[in-house]
């Protein structure tokens, strides 16, 4: 029995304006932690998921402008982890333009 742990991530360093990238949320837990959630503020983003008791989750942008700045958050729980605290984590996303 293993609480459900969240680690969220992107493919990129730095975010040009008009560029793409993809954020990542890998949760892991037993038993199988639910398809976790990923939000920039009340705004939900559908993931494409892959996986059982590990499950990567994925969720591509593209062609972005400075709107998609801001505090994503990826959380889960399973049945152990929703009698605590569900399992989390926080990136930051800023988007950078040349002349910045």
């Known amino acids: 029995v293993k609480p459900s742990t ?3 991530s992107v493919n990129k360093d730095i975010i040009q304006k008009g560029s793409s990238f993809t954020l990542t949320c890998v949760v892991e837990g037993y038993p199988q932690p639910e398809t976790p959630t990923l939000r920039r503020g ?3 983003f ?3 998921c892959s996986g059982v008791n590990i499950k990567t989750c994925t969720v591509g942008f593209s062609s972005v402008d400075y709107s998609v700045s801001g505090q994503y958050t990826c959380s ?3 049945t152990i982890s929703s009698r605590e605290k569900p399992s989390s984590d926080v990136l930051q996303i800023n988007v950078y333009s040349q002349t910045d």
């Open 6 to 8: 969240t680690v969220l």
């Open 42 to 44: 009340n705004t939900p």
């Open 46 to 48: 559908t993931l494409s």
């Open 76 to 78: 889960t729980k399973n």
